[in-house]
């Protein structure tokens, strides 16, 4: 019975993944950040001299910066709000409502929180472990970095295909992988590498949940006044 | 009476139902789900899953919520504190009934004759 019961417990946790919208959600939320990190480097480049706040080009910069920021969050809210809206006018109609019980998605946030800590804690320790000399160590090129991540995103994924057996997790995982290992062999410099493949992967994420929400789609919709 | 068999006697009616033990089920592991859901997870026909609601809500198992989404009704279901303190009792006193049924049912051991090593 244990085991009925930890099957059963599995299906509202597919359920709020088979319409593919948190995917879409995630690879959005990945882009926004990717564009307000990619909008800091410009304006790091311009601090140079004692009187860098004084330079248009720092207060382009600046602005340019905090727009950036405002637009993140204004693009993970509205997403958030859309995403809502479309699981009421077209998901719950074709697949029901339900709602997983609070532990385990407080559970589930936390294993999120952790496993992203855990991949920013192992990076900056290995970049800082490997500082500027590491070009001169055989098994470093300026690719590890972005493998790193692609093996991370990867495992992430394949323990998601593991656990609600939905086959897009594989691809991305596989997708993952694969864009940091060709990132890895073009040779380019850990930021732009790791700017391209959150990019690669976001759009991707994109790509696999609205062909979910568009397989989703073809279920008919019933209320329960159809229903028999 | 056996008093395994008499814990098994002794078991909750409600839930024992098999289409309410598969309705409350489904509700302990879930916060709560509309009637659709319900529906496509159970199979039921729509009359027969009311009726059973109706028999949970009764007993003060389930807890059932007339809503709407927008301008079409929805029927939210969640499982009350009491009524998973029910399922968690039925469950213990399932789990005994069957364990102690099934020693009871072993047939005796006999005593394995302990192996020396043959001295040549």
Known sequence: MTQTITDYAKRPLRAAEVD??????????????????????????????SNFTETPAFRTTLALWIAAIIAMFAIIYLTKRGVKALRERYVYPRIGYVAPRVAQEKRRKWIGVAVALGTLLFTSMVAWIFPKSYSTLPIWNSGVLVVLLGIFGAVGYFVHFAKLGFARHLGLGGMALSASLLLAMLHLDDIPAIYLWTVILGVSMIIGGALAFARLLKVPAFTEDDAE | ????????????????????????????????????????????????????????????????????????????????????RAFDEYRAALKAGLEALEADSQPATLAQPTLRPVEN
Do not use: W
């Not at chain 1, 950040?33 to 140079?48: E, L």
């Not at chain 2, 198992?61 to 009524?83: A, H, N, S």
């Open chain 1, 20 to 49: 593919g919208l948190n995917e879409v959600l995630g690879g959005i939320i990945l882009l926004a950040i990717t564009m307000m990190q990619y909008t800091s480097t410009f304006f790091q480049a311009t601090i140079r001299g």
């Open chain 2, 1 to 84: 009476m056996n008093e395994s068999l008499k814990s098994i006697a002794d078991l909750d009616r409600v839930i024992h139902e098999p289409a309410r033990l598969m309705l409350v089920s489904l509700l302990s592991s879930i916060e709560e789900a509309d009637f659709l859901y319900l529906l496509s997870e159970t199979g039921m026909s729509k009359g027969n899953l009311s009726s059973h609601l109706s028999r949970l809500e009764a007993a003060g198992y389930v807890e059932v919520i007339k809503t709407y989404r927008g301008k079409l009704p929805m029927t939210l279901c969640r499982l009350t504190d009491t009524g998973r």
